[in-house]
């Protein structure tokens, strides 16, 4: 089993700065497939970030992902109100498909 | 667009069975697979497993092998998560998605919150 490892637990920053938030995998992660979920209260996830780097439909592009192997990267380069949620990294490349344990960006 | 809509909050007795439901919306299932993951109250996402519905193969997650049952309904477009022998460990959100191969799992339903109590 792929184990996903997100830091930091928490990030607390303002609108506008930049936000950087780390997933960092036990075994090289396959084909790159590596996807970004937000998830606000009361609310499931939506997909950001699939294929390590591509944007979903509808996603905004200041929402952007990097990385390869076992260290992965989103990146929101301007915060806005509405981005203050819990974000998610996964693998579907292994079974069991796995996520990492969250980061909360929260309001500073 | 397909959307996924499952069925409504369930309270269920420990050692009883759930079963909920996931229905396509707007679309079929066409040739995608169904995952399952639950969300414990404040917790993270977890991966239950999958059922591809045109074919009926399900796979499940290891810690859920035995008492997790997925099925669906390809004339309906419905897929269904039965959990047997519920336990409190068992209260959670429970989220279908469209499970594709390249994009990951894209939409997902709004959830269904079962809650395990005597």
């Known amino acids: 089993e792929i184990v996903l490892t997100q830091s930091p637990g928490t990030l607390s920053l303002s609108p506008g700065e930049r936000a950087t938030l780390s997933c960092r995998a036990s075994?090289?992660?396959?084909?790159?497939?590596l996807a970004w979920y937000q998830q606000k209260p009361g609310q499931a996830p939506r997909l950001l970030i699939y294929?390590?780097?591509s944007r979903a439909t509808g996603i905004p592009d200041r929402f952007s992902g990097s990385g390869s192997w076992t260290d992965f990267t989103l990146t929101i380069s301007r915060l806005e109100p509405e981005d203050f949620a819990v974000y998610y990294c996964?693998?579907?490349?292994?079974?069991?498909?796995?996520f990492g344990q969250g980061t909360r960006l929260e309001i500073k | 667009q397909v959307q996924l809509v499952q069925s409504g909050a369930e309270v269920k007795k420990p050692g009883s069975s759930v079963k909920v439901s996931c229905k396509a919306s707007?679309?079929?299932?066409?040739?995608?697979?169904i995952s399952w993951v639950r969300q414990a109250p404040g917790q993270g996402l977890e991966w239950m497993g999958r059922?591809?519905?045109?074919?009926?193969?399900?796979t499940y997650a290891q810690k859920f092998l035995g008492r997790v049952t997925f099925t669906a309904d390809k004339s309906t477009s419905i897929a269904y998560m039965e959990v047997s022998s519920l336990r409190s460990e068992d209260t959670a959100v429970y989220y279908c998605?469209?499970?594709?191969?390249?994009?990951?799992?894209?939409?997902w339903g709004q959830g269904t919150l079962v809650t395990v109590s005597s």
């Open positions: 996964q693998q579907y490349g292994s079974s069991p498909i796995t």
């Open positions: 998605a469209r499970d594709d191969d390249l994009l990951g799992f894209d939409p």
């Open positions: 059922i591809i519905p045109m074919v009926g193969i399900a």
């Open positions: 294929g390590v780097s």
């Open positions: 075994h090289i992660v396959s084909s790159s497939y």
């Open positions: 707007g679309g079929t299932f066409s040739s995608y697979a």
